[in-house]
């Protein structure tokens, strides 16, 4: 079952350090969004990509944070030089298309823990 | 701004039927979901409603009126497993040249009691 896989489901980075959190969107997909979600809190957008392009990336904060998806390989959301506040779940979703009654696909997320 | 609104939370007992409110203030309209977000999994789509009306879906409906800026989820035959949060998500323009994104509600955590 070739669904949406995010890893790692956990991980733990002391402040100051990168974190790397990757999705490989189910086949087929070309469109990917990333969210980040708190506790008890909805899904808040992030960034949206197709295959090399970054189409909108208005919910990213500007500093510290950047995402990808190249050509080959999974998506790449990366955040610099963690701090406490970037605890979070962040998950990845992706669809067939961009029309907009196309549904997403969610992963399991990336629980991002900051110590 | 955007604004969705959705009860916290909300109690139904196994067997009988709940509905789960979602009303929304957005620029532009293009489309609203529901998923299902079992506790640390990822949300699962349940509905998509564009047009005025009920979408029946098994156990499951979903009622939209885009003029009252308001939908409803629709759950019958309550299962245990159905203990969720539920989440309204709206399609709307959020940027100048009226690129749509999806508006999150908080979600309404839904107990079944036996």
């Known amino acids: 079952n070739a669904g949406v896989m995010q890893n790692p489901r956990h991980l733990v980075r002391r402040r100051g350090q990168e974190a790397r959190l990757r999705c490989s969107p189910m086949k087929g997909h070309s469109h990917v969004y990333w969210y980040r979600q708190l506790p008890e809190e909805g899904l808040k957008f992030m960034v949206y990509l197709q295959k090399e392009n970054i189409i909108d990336e208005s919910g990213m904060p500007k500093e510290r944070f950047s995402a990808e998806f190249p050509k080959e390989g999974p998506s790449i959301l990366r955040i610099q030089q963690v701090v406490r506040g970037d605890s979070a779940a962040y998950f990845c979703?992706?669809?067939?298309?961009?029309?907009?009654?196309?549904?997403?696909?969610f992963g399991n997320g990336t629980r991002l823990t900051v110590t | 701004g955007q604004n969705i609104d959705q009860p916290t939370e909300m109690t139904a007992t196994e067997g009988a039927i709940v509905q789960i409110n979602c009303t929304y203030q957005?620029?532009?309209?293009?489309?609203l979901f529901w998923y299902q977000q079992h506790a640390g999994e990822a949300p699962t789509f349940l509905s998509y409603?564009?047009l005025d009306g009920l979408e029946e879906k098994g156990r499951f409906s979903s009622f939209l009126s885009r003029s009252k800026g308001y939908s409803y989820l629709l759950l019958k035959e309550l299962q245990m497993k159905d203990s969720a949060s539920y989440l309204c998500a709206v399609r709307a323009a959020v940027l100048k040249d009226s690129n749509y994104q999806l508006i999150w509600g908080a979600g309404t955590k839904l107990i079944i009691k036996p």
């Open positions: 409603n564009v």
């Open positions: 979703a992706s669809s067939g298309t961009g029309s907009h009654n196309s549904p997403l696909h």
């Open positions: 957005t620029s532009g309209f293009n489309g």
